[in-house]
């Protein structure tokens, strides 16, 4: 590793690269270096830079990100984003968030069918081994939980590589009827432990034109293999672009409504956490449950360059509809906002790593916080101060 710190960060590296080695020569240099303060460094001329460790986040402590813990609705796995590189623009499917673990009372050996019906010519149920012979790559699309914050360390979040059918291509198969406007994608929620917090039935209610505009589809498998069984095996919704909590998993139903369709459980929970005016009543009233453009630091590393501590921040940015060329950071209110040059945003389907130099003047603690310089970019989460994370700096 070197310390260049205007390091651009292509986005273009491979896809689907894990990320062990990268940890693991993380966890190695830490290790080894983790006691270097400023003495040590002045002892340290390494003209490239030499690697001492990462700055760990302050109130931050899941102490259980990377593992998975609890059952059904109580079910979490955070990913640990201080492990990012710029190869990994996907998550290896052991590692990639849930948000909820598969149901108990689910039947995994039956021959599942989703049962389609509603304002429909006949109702249909159509076994997944159908949608499984048709399933085509879908290309790369994060999720990230409408409920992700620092209570989970902002692991809730990760991209994979999708395999799947159109939503599309189903419905035109079903035999709409011409008053049909909305379409329910729903799926199994059979939890015998009911968990404070979370009402069971997920389903989220679609207008034809989302349909149109985003092409949600239903996922069979995810970076090369079938769903695993807490990613909603044997199939799943993925709405690009929207948060996850519009994405069923184990989708049992499909049902094609009109205007008058009342809001879902589901979306009524979470329409504070999607930014809708108040909780409305009718599914036709919730604005599309987008993530807006978002910039966080996942990563503060700490180096010795000729003699001198030097800090280094890397973060992602991702959500939003176009590219962002107005980054900028601050490190405290106090202290402005300077642009991030260190990037190359090409995609808005995942996250875009960048990277900033950074030289503390004092010691004492930081809130590092983003922001996109561009009124054309709508960034409601991160104006509120969402995704801010703090530091403790002891060595300048
Ligand atoms: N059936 C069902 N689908 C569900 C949920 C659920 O509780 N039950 N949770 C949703 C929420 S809130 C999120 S963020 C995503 C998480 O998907 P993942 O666990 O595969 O990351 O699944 C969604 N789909
Ligand atoms: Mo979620």
Redesign the pocket.
């Known amino acids: 590793m070197r310390f260049t710190p205007r390091a651009v960060i292509s986005p273009n590296a491979r896809l689907g690269e894990g990320n062990r080695i990268g940890r693991k020569m993380a966890r190695r240099q830490f290790l080894a270096y983790s006691g270097a303060g400023l003495a040590a460094c002045r002892r340290i001329w390494a003209q490239e830079g030499q690697f001492i460790g990462t700055v760990p986040f302050l109130d931050e402590r899941d102490a259980a990100v990377g593992r998975v813990t609890g059952r059904g ?1 109580n079910g979490r796995l955070a990913l640990d984003l201080s492990t990012l590189t710029p190869q990994m623009l996907t998550t290896p499917n052991d590692q ?5 673990r598969y149901p108990d009372r689910l039947r995994a050996g039956a021959p599942w069918k989703i049962r389609v019906h509603g304002l429909v010519e006949r109702v249909r149920e159509i076994p997944v081994s159908e949608l499984v012979a048709a399933a085509e790559p879908q290309g790369v699309h994060l ?1 990230e ?3 992700n914050s620092a209570y989970r360390n902002f692991g ?1 979040i ?1 991209a994979a590589a999708w395999e799947g059918l159109p939503v599309k291509v189903l419905l035109e198969k079903a035999g709409i009827l011409p008053q049909a406007t909305r379409v329910l994608i729903s ?3 059979g939890h015998c432990t009911p968990a404070p917090g ?1 009402v069971p039935g ?1 389903g989220w209610i679609f207008s034809l034109d989302e349909v149109e505009t985003y092409r949600p589809f239903l996922a069979t498998e995810m970076n090369g293999v079938p769903l695993a069984r ?3 095996y044997p199939v ?1 919704l993925v709405m690009p672009g929207w ?3 519009t ?4 989708v049992n139903e499909i049902v094609l409504l009109d205007d008058l369709a009342p809001a879902t459980a589901q979306m009524k929970e979470y329409a504070a956490r999607t930014h809708q005016a108040g909780v409305p009543h009718l599914a036709g009233d919730f604005e599309p449950a987008i993530i807006d453009q978002v910039a966080m630091a996942v990563r503060v590393e700490k180096w010795c360059v000729a003699g001198a501590i030097r800090y280094r921040v890397i973060g992602i940015l991702w959500g939003g509809q176009t590219a962002v060329k107005a980054l900028m950071i601050r490190f405290n209110p106090a202290l402005g906002y300077e642009p991030v040059r260190g990037y190359v945003h090409e995609t808005n389907a995942t996250w875009t790593l960048w990277s900033h130099a950074w030289r503390p003047k004092e010691r004492g603690r930081y809130a590092i916080q983003l922001k996109i310089d561009d009124p054309g970019i709508r960034t409601r989460r991160l104006d509120a101060g969402y995704y801010v994370r703090r530091v403790e700096i002891k060595d300048v």
């Open positions: 609705l990639f968030f849930i948000r909820t999720l939980c409408a409920g809730l990760s799926g199994f929620d979370s997920a807490d990613h909603g799943r948060y996850g909590c994405c069923a998993k184990w």
